[in-house]
């Protein structure tokens, strides 16, 4: 049978409680007649929570049900993603852009999907914004260290906001965002931009605001990798990283943006596919250590909220066992839900027969599965998982969003050097070379700024997109007249920029941060950017402005 989407017991409940408040004052269900209370009348109980009814309902539920609840797979077609869920009960599904068609599509395609399944979905995606995205018609921002750059909490909601309204206006209710990693290590290769910064106090501010944005329109957060994926070398999509962080570093660095999410009601939280040998001497990555999951999220940062691992298809989690093993030891460790496992038959049916042989207890499973639909009712899905296809298409885009992500791209540019005064570079012949430099010659020019080629320029622009050390080189080659650095990419470009009249940081190459960067340059908009990190040989908070 379908679970009501409202509870039969809650609703009538809720009804009776809304029936004995009308006309009082406070909230003991009684009156004097004039409108005010009756003192000597008992306090009627009241209302049950709006999830009291699950615990029940998972008592009811059968083992393969149960653990069905825990997955959450990728899909290949409609079709595919029907019999998946037919045949495994699953929790939910995660999106990917090939499973997208235009919003009315995939609004319909996310009904279709929810209307096949007993219990609503957890339908999410991996829309970061900047570097990570997944969804081919939203609004597009730049990432989290823009995001950063602002050093402004509000601007980190304002996203999440929009982001969040667009994904949820097509059927999607979770976000696997915020990444709440401090990037430490500027030769992160998985992480770098994709985070706030290297200030946990800092980033665990915008992650609250991010936090918050998403919930605000009606879509679970997700903050992640726990313990932190900030001081890797080695990208754990295709290897285990080994961080040495020591217990006290660890709360010191890593853990500030993960209390911050937890204060602010984060619906979920990621794992990371790291060894941490300081806190976990087993050798296993932190997605199956009962010590990092159980043992420092649950019991030391008292998390009760569901904990989702990272895909099981990444590599880091696949170094010492099978498929199968991973997925039970992960539900062992502590995780509640099982992102995207290489072969689900094998997964599910591992999961099945453990909590069949007793190696996880049905009072482990229900902790989960508890937590699961507790989720689900706390993002009004069991009231409404539908979405309205009339209205997607109105609510992705439009202009108050592109104003948002305008405004969000504009405040993030960060001006680090700026030798002699030349920026801005209005009144000068300016050159563009590098990545995106067609793009931003022409968002110059809108700005009233001549362009020309680099022989004939009085200033060039030198566009970097992650070039690391070869920046420097960049410089040298282009010669004699001014040099300003404009790093598209990672800030952290500017290191090797010392050569250079100026360095600004934009933090993204898409079009709204293009756009606020040359109005940076043209001096159409005054820097307000703050650097997230330490760069240009300066360090976090530094950022000029004009005049």
Known sequence: MRIPRIPLALAAALALGASALAGCSDGDGRTDGRGGADASAPARPSAPPPDAWIPGHVAKMSVREKVGQLFVPTFASRAD???????????????????????????????????????????????????????????????????????????????????????????INLDYAPVADVNVNPRNPVIGVRSFGSDPARVSRMVTGAVRGYQDAGVAAV?????????????????????????????????????????????????????????????????????????????????????????????????????????????????????????????????????????????RLDASVTRILRLKQRRGLFGQAQADPAKAASVVGGPQHEATARQVAERAVTVVVNKGGVLPLKGRTVAVTGPKAEALAGALRAQGVRTAAPGSADVTVLTTDDAGAATAARVRALGGKPVVVAALGSPYDLDSAGGAAAAVAAYSSGTESLRGLARVLAGTANPTGKLPVPAGGQPVGHGLAYG
């Open 223 to 363: 903050a992640k990798h726990f313990p932190g994926h900030g001081d890797t070398a080695t990208d754990s999509h295709t290897g285990l990283p080994v961080i040495g962080h020591d217990p006290d570093t660890w709360r010191k660095v890593d853990a500030p943006p993960f209390e911050a999410a937890i204060a602010a009601g984060v619906d979920a939280i990621m794992t990371a596919h790291i060894e941490v040998p300081k806190l976990d001497g087993s050798g296993d990555p932190a997605t199956l250590s009962r010590n990092v999951l159980t043992g420092l999220l649950r019991e030391r940062l008292g998390y009760d909220g569901v904990i989702t691992t990272d895909s099981l298809r990444m590599e880091g989690v696949r170094t010492k066992y099978g498929d199968g093993a991973v997925a039970v030891r992960a539900v062992q460790a502590g995780a509640d839900q099982l992102l995207m496992p290489p072969d689900l038959p094998e997964a599910h049916g591992a999961v099945v027969a453990a909590v069949r042989s007793g190696k996880i207890t049905e009072q």
């Open 81 to 171: 993603a029907l019999r998946t869920i037919r045949r495994y009960h699953v929790g939910g599904l995660i999106y990917f852009p090939e499973n997208f068609g235009s919003p009315e599509e995939t609004a319909a395609q996310s009904n279709a999907l929810q209307k096949a399944s007993k219990i609503p979905l957890v339908l999410g995606v991996d829309e970061e914004q900047g570097i990570v995205t997944r969804t081919p018609f939203i609004t597009r921002f730049p990432g989290n260290m823009a995001l950063g750059a602002t050093a402004d909490p509000a601007q980190a909601r304002a996203a999440a906001r929009v982001t969040g309204a667009e994904l949820r206006a097509v059927g």
